[in-house]
């Protein structure tokens, strides 16, 4: 028998992160709604930006000089407390890896982001999942589980796949219960469609807290997915620690230029936003029509609804239906959720789509 090399035990246990689809069973493409992608797609000024990015034959600015700059303008953060990374998802996995290992525990809510158990896992941590209460994140639940071996929590909000959110002083309340060397994330990807005087508090907390990390991205407001690009902000001691085994050139050329055009138009990070509450208000209300055949929205604060089928359409039916009429959703039975249906906030023409075929589907069930 040959040898073969063998992967550490951890890392033979991670199931690969599962993305969104955008076709078919049989490969046909469809609309997608399965990934939380901006349906309005991307600034113009940071299209023309890419565009005349520097030459490729050039390495990029290890350090992201002009975007750090840029963001640290915008949020009122110190540009030295600011790292960023090859998508936030590259991030999160920097972080446990800096705080936790082999025999640590990392927290995190039943119905949170994916991610969080290929970041703990793949540091050789042990992930800890706390329970909802009712789909949302539950405060105390968390705490109750944070144990001496608690190394990191990881919290999203607004959470992906629930489109739940903690307001200030559940996040206050949950920074203050934990022990200063545990180190707690706050995973912001959707925060830009939150409305500004929902603000959480996390950003303010990143500056004053020696034990909070607040990770952003590019990729869900700013529609700009395809070009990898997240960043975190916190103590200079984390932001120091991560710096040192981050990747050396994390950003393109094309995405350095393209994200700092992008930070620099606000008007299309605003328009996205309105866009998505008043079309997530619409399906919301319009869903409130088929609560009589057992479909349930969880309240969200995200650009997209989770939709729960407790009637006698199941979501399995459901989104086989939708793709049948050329629409691809999310269906989570590997994340729980065989129930639910995570569907992206669209154009209003798309909206008004899903909501005629769901109606469609629940009367013939
Ligand atoms: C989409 C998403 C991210 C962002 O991932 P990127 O790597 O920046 O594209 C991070 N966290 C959550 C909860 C998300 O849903």
Not at 67 to 73: D, I, Q, S, V, Y
Request: with cysteine; hydrophobic share 45%; charged share 20%.
């Amino acid at each position: 028998m040959t040898k073969l090399p063998a992967p550490k035990p951890w890392i033979a246990e991670i199931h690969a992160y599962v993305p969104g689809k955008s076709a078919g069973a049989d490969g046909r493409p469809l609309i997608k709604l399965s990934a939380n992608e901006n349906p309005l797609g991307t600034s113009p000024a940071a299209l023309l930006a890419r565009d005349h990015a520097v030459k490729p034959s050039l390495y990029p600015d290890p350090d992201s000089h002009a975007l750090r700059k840029a963001l640290g303008a915008l949020h009122g953060i110190d540009p030295a407390r600011i790292v960023c990374g090859t998508g936030s998802g590259e991030l999160l996995a920097i972080a446990a890896g800096c705080y936790a290992g082999p025999g640590d525990e990392v927290l995190y809510v039943r119905y949170g982001f994916s991610l969080y158990d290929i970041a703990a896992r793949r540091c050789g941590a042990t992930p800890v999942i706390a329970p909802d209460d009712d789909y949302g994140t539950d405060v105390d639940a968390l705490l109750a589980l944070v144990s001496e071996r608690t190394r990191v929590v990881f919290i999203a909000n607004p959470n992906n796949p629930t489109g739940s959110y903690l307001p200030q002083g559940e996040i206050a309340r949950l920074h203050a219960a934990l022990p200063g060397d545990v180190l707690l994330v706050i995973d912001q990807a959707y925060a830009e469609y939150v409305a500004p005087e929902d603000d959480d508090g996390a950003l303010a907390l990143a500056e004053t807290a020696g034990n909070v990390l607040v990770t952003r991205t590019f990729s869900k407001a700013y529609g700009l997915a395809g070009d990898r690009v997240g960043w975190a902000t916190g103590a200079a001691e984390l932001i120091g620690t991560m710096n040192r085994i981050r990747g050396p050139f994390p950003l393109s050329n094309s995405a350095q230029a393209a994200t700092l055009a992008a930070v620099e138009h606000q008007e299309f990070v605003d328009h996205s936003r309105r866009h998505n509450a008043a079309e997530r208000a619409r399906f919301v209300t319009a869903l409130g029509g088929l609560a009589n055949h057992g479909l349930r929205p969880v309240p969200s604060e995200a650009n997209f609804v989770l939709v729960l089928f407790e009637g006698k359409l199941t979501a399995e039916t459901a989104y086989n239906g939708l793709a049948a009429q050329g629409y691809i959703v999310r269906w989570l039975p590997g994340q729980g959720l065989p129930h639910g249906l995570r569907i992206t906030i669209g154009t209003a023409e798309q909206m008004n789509d899903i909501v005629r075929i769901l109606r469609d589907l629940a009367k013939a069930a």
